[in-house]
DNA sequence: TTTT
DNA sequence: TTTT
């Protein structure tokens, strides 16, 4: 089975801050939204369109932390990983339906200046896989962060 | 504005078959759902789980036609493209969401003998843009098909 | 024939300025070589190495033009393109590859102050195809320009 | 340091077999070169050019030793790593360059009927990091192999 | 050197 | 040759 291919890479602005949840057992997820724009011009008018699209980004327990750390709204990160729809029932007992992205990599875009990630400069940390032996105290000058797969985080 | 991405890459198969739509004005869409898959051992139970993810692909025009004359269920594609969130009013009132996979660029994966897009071969197809020169009646042997933007399609 | 996928995507920086090139017939393209980082950490010694990874990109047209005008060294950019190895022959008479990105899209990541392609913000330009209907005068409001393919360039 | 991404991606066939190398301490790695293909049409001639590019394909350990053991010559695969570029002295004393493609992930496309890999459908083996507990003797099952980074391999 |  |  498989031989399939799952993903996603963005790089956008943060609309709002990362929100934390912690669970029973240690783990955690940290949640934010993230901004990409287009822009086109209609055929018909001649004006400009500048649309917003808004996606659901997930991080999972160390890269949740830095993120929460190190990341604020209007901040510029390029994230990569998997689509995810959820289904939950809605208050009415409806069907929803929410589509995410699973953080598996990410990379700060904006420059923090005098800070902890990298004085100055565009500040980085990451989840790739492979290197969960780095485990720095400064996030930015590494990729240090295994974004563990098998929790059972209950999404 | 911008300097921001919205990219999405998948290796799937076809969970039914390309639905078109005709819109007034000779532009249309097709719509189908591609699978992926993950497996992953659990860690408590030492079982392998595996799971299924959907993907709502939405391809315009040429490419639509193409897609709706050379693909069947079952059959694997890589698909290439930008995420969008549809919104809309549910019968109750209630705004939903949608996520779809706008295409972009695509390429035949499933094998096809004796048949036109490649006989024997993985068929390929695609929307690459700056190759509309290009419009074969052999859609495998080339991108030939430009994805249009601008098309003012309701979505 | 195909069914073919070859795609890079880097984000790095400019170690030197755009270098352009010009043809008779009014075509030229533009080179620059851009750094990514990688950094891990010896398992015997315990030592932190950061290695660095030149890549050369060629962008073609209007869209050297833009990166001549918009980038300079130090600079931090999104690229995307394809792989192509060039074969020539050294002075020694023995052929020589070199490996290059050929840029399709691109993102400035370098906020530019009180500038042109958008003050004060991540700075965007982009080739993307399908929207060459774009010719601003401020490329980063938008993805103005399309990387022509068949220019029959010398490479 | 960094907020930078290396990354490739590539489907295409293999143009020869795996050709493994192994070291002391117990590493290994395995080579092969890969395909992908492009075509348009010339401008002025008005004629169909295709046209090959070479990719140098780099595994490691476990990976290489599946793709070893299930690929073969002209198998599709979709392959996912980072651009390196190598540095080595000509006989002639002079340095010459080598591109590589240094793999990350990948994916069996060529379908395999009766085998292990996955019976009759498109196989897949991956290197997937943050799964190395899978060690499945189905490497088509599921992501099993992690491409480890930091085994002090020659390259 | 692949594939169609 | 970049960046932190």
Redesign the pocket.
């Known amino acids: 089975m498989s031989g399939t291919l799952n993903k996603v890479m963005l790089i956008g602005h943060l609309g709002d801050e990362v929100k934390m949840h912690y669970f029973e057992g240690g783990n955690c997820i940290g949640r934010f939204p993230i901004a990409t724009n287009e822009s086109y011009t209609n055929r018909q008018t001649g004006e400009k369109v500048t649309t917003t699209e808004w996606h659901n980004i997930v991080v999972r327990n160390k890269a949740a932390e830095i993120c929460e750390k190190y990341l604020s709204k209007g901040d510029k990160i390029y994230v990569e990983g998997r689509l995810k729809t959820r289904q939950w029932q809605g208050e009415d007992g409806q069907t929803r339906y929410s589509t995410e992205i699973q953080v598996q990599d990410f990379t700060f875009l904006t420059?923090?200046e005098g800070g902890m990630?990298?004085?100055?400069?565009?500040?980085q940390a990451s989840t790739t896989q492979g290197q969960q032996r780095n485990q720095p105290e400064r996030p930015?000058?590494t990729r240090p962060v295994q974004q563990e797969e098998e929790d059972d985080l209950p999404f």
Request: charged residues 20%; proline residues 18%.
């Open positions: 420059p923090k990630p990298n004085q100055g400069g565009g500040a930015a000058d």
